[in-house]
Every structure is written in C-alpha cells, then in structure tokens.
Nanobody, 122 residues
Framework: QVQLVESGGGLVQAGGSLRLSCAASGSLVRINVMGWYRQAPGKEREMVALISSGGSENYADSVKGRFTISRDSAKSTVYLQMSSLKPEDTAVYYC????????????????WGQGTQVLVSA
C-alpha cells in the first residue's frame, strides 16, 4: 500500500502563487510516476502535471508556463509550484502515484491522496 498526504492548498488572489506538497509513504518500490490532478465542481478530474522517476515531465496545456512540478526522491515527495493563478484554477487538487512504465503508457495501478482545496479569488 502507498499513502499520499497533500498539503499547501488554500485561498489566494488571482495572480498569486501557491506550492502544493505530497509526501508518499509505504511500499514505493514499484512507483514510477507521481503527479497532480484536479477536479473543479461539476467537472471531471483532469491531469495537471506528471513527473517520472527519471525526471520526465508532462503538463496540461492550461498550466504550461505557470505551474512547475518537481520531485525529491530522497524524501519521496512531489511538489507543484503554481504561479500566476487564475480563478479557473480553483479545484480540489489530488496527488497521484502510479506504476506506469513511462508517462505515455497505460496505468496498471494508481494511488490517490485525499485532496487539498485551492481557491483562487478574482
């Protein structure tokens, strides 16, 4: 089992910044990809950013140039630095960890955190 604990959400004005953290624990030997998804009210959960154990990254078009994902393997922690936040970034952000072989591969198994709320005011 893998446990994921997010932190760092909150309320911020448009144009501001937030940094999300996700600490992973448990049986991590098969985990290759970690990342962030988000779900806004009335919408489906969507990928925000992913990072592999080798350092490859993938971003949703809507956040490219504004968000940066990073990973501290020694601490089993993944971060999401969010800048130039917009009201449309408001959502619950979920940390995810999975066993896919590469960023473009199917996901055999994944784990989710409990989510952290990000609210961006206009």
């Amino acid at each position: 089992q893998v446990q994921l604990v997010e932190s760092g959400g909150g309320l911020v004005q448009a144009g501001g910044s937030l940094r999300l953290s996700c600490a992973a624990s448990g049986s991590l030997v098969r985990i290759n990809v970690m990342g962030w998804y988000r779900q806004a009210p009335g919408k489906e959960r969507e990928m925000v950013a992913l990072i592999s154990s080798g350092g490859s990254e993938n971003y949703a078009d809507s956040v490219k140039g504004r968000f940066t994902i990073s990973r501290d393997s020694a601490k089993s922690t993944v971060y999401l630095q969010m800048s130039s936040l917009k009201p449309e970034d408001t959502a619950v952000y979920y940390c995810e960890a999975d066993t896919r072989s590469t960023l473009g591969a199917p996901v055999p198994f994944r784990y989710w955190g409990q989510g952290t709320q990000v609210l961006v005011s206009a």
